[in-house]
């Protein structure tokens, strides 16, 4: 078999020593193509660019290998990097590697994991990489022998219709990480609290501040094998669909 | 009861016909605080703002009434509208009356959906409304009486736990729409085709364009509904595991 055609992005930018990293793994796999933004574009979710023209600047390219800056979102370097840097779908896509956790519900927020959806809407096995620590620093060597297990086996067996994995790695030594657990999202979320001030006008400004509150203690979730030192691996979908809430609303009588 | 005590916002911004003629509908209704960014900000998704600082700029303000206008995302509007506006929960969110659907694949790249599920996060009963009529000029005129009749189903009997409720209003005229479906999301993409240019130094640039693609015929779904004349309901959550394919990727020998 030809060697696969990965395409590689992230939310952190193209500078991010977490992409650095998963190009350098990925590049011993296939041929590799990265579209990263040109900053960090972390907390972006799904938002793509459609009021502003998009750019693509070459930083790096030679035999099997390319690397490009986009000013605009995960989601559009994704889209940018299939349809103009290709021209053609990639065989596999991975996002990462996070500099810190997109379990439980940061998932929501991630333009990480955004992109892996988007890809997977277009029908590229995508794998979102994350590493529990949002240092810049953060040791990724732990990392390394899960990425390439997991993309072995995306490659190998594909992965279901409509299906991504989102991965993320306890931030501890190698050889403390027990293994890999598949398992759901945590049912979490963050309690924000403000951080109010006064800016020399004496106008009042205020600050995004929060505490991450799990509220979930069964250990079939990605949050329970993070603490306690697993990989965790989670399938995800597109599909927002409360199905087990149909039946329900139905019987609310709204005809009219 | 007291009069519920509701928040409006939406992602195309405060001045958007959309959310004047909601936040009309919901005076009628109980105490309504107004969030909404100052600038369309459709197609952000659940992006959030971490790295500038938040602003809010008073509007109006009479008994029962107030509206702020946020330099923020639509989810920061919703949270800053509960934790410095109301500075309790809300009884009930509402988002909209979004120029556009956002049926389908839509809801992952939609603002006005990500402040409803941001809102679900924290356990408030919350519902986003949309229009499948991008103009400024839409005639909201037949949306009226199915938010009302909605919002009170809401309000009378709750959601379940979270879930909340993307509702879709197609572009016809009153006496045309046919009644309410309980539905879900159909299985659909955009097909993205870059508009490819060169600027007046030579440079590339890219404007994305796509179009709508359904890959899903049942008539279970909210594109169908819209399609056949009625509004679509469909009961959405934060969970995007896809809990169907855990069994099957558990079944990959990933021991190490």
């Known amino acids: 078999m030809d060697k696969p055609v990965i395409l590689v992005t992230n939310d952190d930018g193209i500078n991010a020593p977490g992409l650095i990293r998963l190009t350098e793994i990925v590049r011993s796999i296939g041929k590799v193509s990265v579209v990263a933004p040109e900053h960090s574009m972390s907390g972006t979710s799904h938002a793509i660019t ?7 600047r070459l930083i790096d390219k030679e035999d099997g290998y390319e690397k490009y800056a986009c000013n605009g979102t995960p989601v559009d370097c994704m889209k940018l990097g299939e349809q103009i840097v290709l021209r053609r779908k990639p065989d596999l896509l991975v996002s990462g590697i996070n500099h810190g956790s997109n379990a439980a519900i940061n998932i929501l927020y991630s333009g990480t994991m955004a992109a892996v959806l988007e890809s997977t809407i277009v029908e590229v096995p995508s794998i979102g990489f994350s590493l529990s620590d949002y240092s810049m620093n953060a040791d990724f060597s ?10 072995d086996k995306v490659l190998e ?19 403390e990480i027990k293994g890999i657990k598949v398992c759901r999202q ?3 979320r963050w309690v924000e609290k ?14 995004l501040t929060g505490v991450f509150e799990l509220g979930d203690n069964e250990e079939d979730t990605d ?13 995800v979908h597109f599909d927002l669909t409360a199905h087990h809430a149909i039946s329900k609303i139905k019987k609310w009588n709204m005809n009219v």
């Not at 279901?160 to 993320?168: K, R, T």
């Open 142 to 151: 732990p990392c390394e022998k899960y990425i390439r297990l997991i993309i």
């Open 186 to 188: 945590a049912h979490s």
């Open 157 to 175: 067996n594909g992965l279901p219709q409509d299906v991504c994995l989102n991965v993320n790695i306890p931030a501890v030594n190698s050889d």
């Open 223 to 235: 949050e329970w094998a993070l603490r306690n030192k697993y990989v965790s691996v989670v399938p």
């Open 50 to 56: 459609a009021r502003n023209p998009l750019r693509l």
């Open 194 to 207: 403000y951080d109010e001030r006064k800016d020399p006008a004496n106008r009042d400004y205020y600050w």
